[in-house]
């Protein structure tokens, strides 16, 4: 596979995604897509990263005038997905619906075979969707923050909490409580957030720190119950649901984005065909009334714009890292 060097634009930050433009071969946008996409997600479905992946590719493909298939490559915190994509044909028939997920494993896992920020170009993000301190009730009795770390200081073993695998957002937000609390968890991973919530409502784990959208709807259905969102600010979708900050952990501000991802070396005429489509697409009033019910909000940036996030968020996921300790053979 080609590499590519990305031009200077601040310090570097915009890697793969400046120098496929400057370096692929040039394609007319026009003769492009003469054939179906695959959007690849690197989770099981039902997860959050499934569900827009699948209400972005209905839409794009009615925008292209082709079909998107969404292709699930779960495991190993993403990184599968994301591998298989990063060393994939770079003509833009294969995307991948990366998250922040990507930013966390680049410095938890010791050996990846590919470079997040080398070897895929960001096309557009298309969301942030908070994380949420969810329980089950029935089986971690607890109204507040406070009553859940106490529960766990007077369990033995104190609780478990899952999350969608090791390097993923969930599991340093977990990290993190422990250390901010002093109170023992122990880490469950899971492939996706489909079968951790089947886990949670079925009591084997006792708590999670996952995205709104999975488990949104058990939450208004009564049968989990949200504790804290893990962002700076309180959701639009669980307004009366406060921050670990205000519940008494300041310095929490970790929620979930996601973007489309190709790799590197792609046409420039197809990068640019497929994030002002994106961009249109995450600007209509049909797609955000489905971000909305999905306790999703919008997020708008060019490539270099993402590109610059995703640097500055790779490095201070680093610092945390480290200061964690996380890291998987």
């Given amino acids: 596979m080609r590499r590519f060097t990305g031009r200077a634009l601040g310090a570097a ?58 292709e699930n490559r779960p495991g ?37 075979g590919y470079d997040f920020q080398k070897d895929l170009a960001p096309i557009a993000p298309i969301a942030m969707v908070p994380n949420v301190l969810t329980i089950n009730p029935a089986h971690t009795p607890a109204n507040s923050v406070a009553e859940l770390v106490a529960l ?3 369990s033995p073993n104190g609780l478990t909490y899952g999350s969608n695998g090791y390097g993923t957002a969930q599991h340093l937000i977990g990290t993190q409580f422990q250390a901010a609390t002093g109170a023992t968890l122990l880490h469950v991973p899971y492939k996706g957030s489909g079968p951790l919530t089947t ?38 979708a669980l307004p009366d649901v406060p921050t670990l900050a205000e519940a008494g952990l300041p310095g929490f501000d970790i929620g979930t984005w996601f973007g ?13 065909k497929l994030s002002s489509q994106v961009a249109r697409i995450t600007a209509s ?19 270099a714009q993402f590109a610059q996030r995703i640097d500055a968020e790779t490095k201070r996921f680093a610092q945390l890292v480290k200061d964690h300790n996380l890291k998987v053979e």
């Fill in 285 to 303: 009033p049909e797609f955000r009334q489905k971000l909305d019910a999905a306790g999703a909000e919008p997020m708008t940036a060019t490539p």
């Fill in 76 to 112: 190993a915190g993403a990184t599968i997905g994301a591998d298989y994509v990063a060393k994939a044909k770079p003509d833009g028939y294969t995307l991948l619906m990366g998250a922040v997920h990507h930013t966390i494993a680049t410095s938890v896992y010791k050996s990846l």
């Fill in 199 to 236: 886990d949670l409502l079925g009591g084997q784990v006792a708590m999670s720190f996952d995205t709104m959208t999975t488990v949104l709807p058990q939450i208004k259905a009564g049968k989990l119950r949200a504790l804290a969102v893990t962002t700076a600010q309180r959701s639009k």
């Fill in 152 to 154: 766990a200081k007077k």
């Fill in 13 to 70: 930050v915009l890697g793969a995604g400046l120098a496929a433009m400057a370096s692929a071969p040039a394609v007319a946008a026009d003769d492009w897509p003469s054939h179906a996409l695959t959007l690849v997600v690197p989770f099981p479905t039902g997860g959050t990263t499934d569900v827009l992946a699948r209400a972005l590719g209905d839409q794009l493909s009615r925008s292209l005038g082709q079909p998107v298939i969404v």
């Fill in 260 to 272: 489309v991802f190709a790799p590197a070396g792609t046409p420039p005429a197809v990068l640019e």
